[in-house]
């Protein structure tokens, strides 16, 4: 006996609906988790020749400004590597990156000595950088956006166009909710992944479209029985492309290190998202907005 999904779509879309509402809310009340290179700072990765403790390490810098330093453990904890972020402080009186970089250095040197550590990786990026990576960050998903909003409204009629746009901005705006509430940090590579997100998302949503309007045209049946008929002849392609993705993301994410960890996540996140809304979201909204019309 078939899945009906065409007739547990109306559920879904109800529950979707009140999720986008929630999570626009909750964005707003909390807002993003920018990381350190649209605030600005200082992000260093220390690995330490004999076994320390985070709380050692704040320590260490508590009679320094540096009340805004977060420490975590970079990778396994066993590697005795640990990433250390000092975002920049607008009454800091250090500003320049130099100084920024010669003053940490300093306060390891002095607590753990020269041959206590060593500094794997060390970043410094500036405030007025900062600001330009946060406008060329929204301007890289917005034009991203807009390139695949017009190629889907050349492509499709009016509304399965709008229906599409739909479905991305549902994608959007759970997958951004997600990401805030795993305390992940909007990055370079955060922003990358939800572009990426967007574009599998719309590619999937793209496939099951292409089938409906075909069935449109050659098919004699109700409008909601040519949904229904769609979706299960491109199910399997859709389960065989995630099953296809999730094979390299999982592995990417549990041993990928943690320059990709936060990628991943996002990726794996995303293509969930971006499948539920093709089959369960986009395909009703396009219902709806032809009014239970057959029409393309």
């Known amino acids: 006996m078939k899945f009906n999904f065409f007739s547990n779509m109306k559920y879904t879309f109800f529950i979707s609906t009140i999720l986008i509402f929630f999570c626009l809310y909750s964005l707003d009340k ?111 998903i917005i034009f991203g956006s807009l390139a695949i909003l017009i190629y889907v409204f050349i492509r499709f009629s009016f509304s399965f166009g709008i229906a599409s746009i739909l479905a991305l901005f549902h994608d959007f705006i759970l997958t951004a909710f997600l990401v805030n509430l795993f305390g992940i940090e909007i990055t370079l590579s955060s922003i990358a992944a939800i572009l990426t997100v967007i574009g599998y998302s719309v590619n999937d949503t793209i496939v099951i479209f292409d089938r409906i309007r075909e069935n449109i045209r050659n098919v004699s049946d109700s409008f909601e029985n040519i949904i229904e008929i769609s979706i299960h002849q491109t199910l399997s392609r859709t389960i065989l492309t995630v099953i296809t993705v999730l094979v390299v993301l999982i592995p990417l994410y549990f041993v990928g290190g943690m320059e990709i960890k936060d990628f991943a996540l996002i990726m794996i996140l995303g293509v969930g998202l971006g499948t539920y809304s093709s089959i369960f979201y986009a395909p009703y909204l396009m219902y709806l907005l032809n009014k239970g019309n057959k029409n393309d």
Request: hydrophobic share 30%.
């Open 30 to 140: 909390t807002g993003l988790k920018y990381g350190i290179e649209f605030k600005g700072g200082t992000e260093l990765v220390i690995s330490f020749k004999d076994k320390v403790k985070i709380e050692n390490i704040r320590n260490q810098f508590s009679s320094e400004d540096y009340s805004a330093l977060t420490i975590q453990n970079y990778g396994n904890e066993l590697n005795k590597e640990f990433l250390l972020r000092v975002p920049i402080n607008e009454n800091n009186a250090i500003e320049k990156g130099k100084q920024y970089k010669e003053n940490l250095k300093n306060v390891l040197d002095e607590k753990f000595g020269n041959e206590g550590y060593s500094v794997k990786r060390i970043d410094f990026i500036g405030p007025k950088v900062g600001k330009e990576l946060v406008r060329n960050g929204v301007y890289s």
